[in-house]
C-alpha cells in the first residue's frame, strides 16, 4: 500500500518530533516513508500560520471518520497507517517548533 520509496533520515525524524516519534515507531515504519512522514515533512516546512491551518483541516477531516468503523473492524487510523493520537503528536510537535 505504500508507494513512497524516499525515507527521511532516523535520526532527523527522532530529532524533529522530539520523542513524539520514537525509535520503535520508526522501526515499524511510522515516520519512515508513510503518510506520518508527509505528514511531519509538511509541518515542518510550512511557515507556522499555514501548518496551524493545515493541522486543524486535517484533524477535521479525521474526526468526521473517528468513531466509523470500517470493515473488517478498522479505523480510518487503521487504513492511513497513523497512529491514533498522530494529530495529539503533531500538535506537541509543532509547538516544539515554534
Known sequence: MNNIKEELPK???????RGYITDTDYKNGIGKNDIC?????????????????FLIE?????QIYDQIV???GRTIYDIL????DFIQRLLAI?????
Open 11 to 17: 535520526n532527523q525524524v527522532l530529532k524533529i518530533s
Open 94 to 98: 509543532k509547538s516544539t517548533l515554534v
Open 81 to 84: 497507517g497513523i497512529p491514533q
Open 70 to 72: 470500517f470493515s473488517p
Open 37 to 53: 512522514a508527509v505528514i511531519l515533512f509538511t509541518i515542518v516546512v510550512l511557515n507556522s500560520d499555514i501548518s496551524d491551518i
Open 58 to 62: 486535517l484533524k477535521n477531516c479525521l
